[in-house]
């Protein structure tokens, strides 16, 4: 079983910056692939994020490419997301998922393990 804790959200005006972060236990990091995803209210979970178990690979949402950034520290068993830019339609509740799978994936469906989540508002 793997927990993960996630952290720093908050409330951020437009154009501000926040980086969430993921905490892992349970299973060698390195041996999971990492994701963001967010969620707003009444809506499908969206991918965000992920990030291959050694850090090599990235993916991410048309919609936040340029502006996010994730990475991992596999000696801390922690992923972050740094986001940059913030727009009011980033408001979401953001989680933090791991993937037991080979490859690395888009698909909310395909994850293993979830985060509680964590709000970050935009005001505008």
């Known amino acids: 079983q793997v927990q993960l804790v996630e952290s720093g959200g908050g409330l951020v005006q437009a154009g501000g910056s926040l980086r969430l972060s993921c905490a892992a236990s349970?299973?060698?990091?390195?041996?999971?692939?990492m994701a963001w995803f967010r969620q707003v209210s009444g809506k499908e979970r969206d991918f965000v994020a992920a990030?291959?178990?050694?850090?090599?690979?990235?993916l991410y949402s048309e919609s936040v490419k340029g502006r996010f950034t994730i990475a991992r520290d596999n000696a801390k068993s922690t992923v972050s997301l740094e986001m940059n830019g913030l727009l009011p339609e980033d408001t979401a509740v953001y989680y933090c998922?791991?993937?037991?799978?080979?490859?690395?994936?888009?698909?909310?469906?395909?994850?293993?393990?979830w985060g509680a989540g964590t709000l970050v508002t935009v005001s505008s």
């Open positions: 990030i291959s178990r050694l850090g090599e690979n990235t």
């Open positions: 998922a791991a993937d037991l799978a080979p490859l690395l994936s888009r698909r909310s469906q395909g994850m293993n393990y």
């Open positions: 349970g299973r060698t990091f390195s041996s999971l692939h």
